[in-house]
């Protein structure tokens, strides 16, 4: 595996939920939630780029048979946006029950939003599928 941080997305229409990896990808850290405007985009390439993230997981809400939903079809067409502005990789996560487990996080953390807890655990998925 190759070392560098991580960006996990939790893309919503109205706020994008962040958290980022350490360099060795160990440990997700919540930052801030962003509201999805025209500078979403530019905001994400310029924190890429002062983070020095590595590759980005976008989380997924795909349909229980694994079809597109028309959230994931949306959250597709960012993707390609930020690939095409920030050439970095984009990796899609099936965020499946990572509300209910943000939810289960945020009790006694009032100070960030349930979006970026759930790209904590969109991210927390994704390292543990690809250590197996």
């Not at 990789?89 to 939003?113: P, R, W």
């Not at 991210?123 to 250590?131: A, N, P, Q, S, V």
């Amino acid at each position: 595996m190759q070392e560098g941080k991580l960006l996990g997305i939790d893309y919503g229409s109205k706020r994008v939920g962040l958290a980022i990896t350490d360099p060795g990808q160990e440990i997700v850290f919540p930052r801030e939630t962003l509201k999805n405007n025209e500078h979403l985009v530019p905001d994400l390439v310029k924190m890429c780029a002062e983070e020095g993230v590595l590759r980005v997981v976008v989380g997924l809400p795909l349909k229980i048979d694994g079809g597109d939903t028309n959230q994931s079809i949306i959250t597709r067409e960012f993707a390609d946006k930020f690939v095409g502005e920030s050439g970095l990789e984009v990796i899609f996560q099936d965020e499946a029950y990572t509300t209910f487990e943000a939810e289960q996080m945020m009790e006694g953390n009032k100070h960030l939003e349930k979006d970026s807890f759930s790209a904590m655990k969109i991210l927390e998925h994704y390292l543990k599928k690809i250590k197996k």
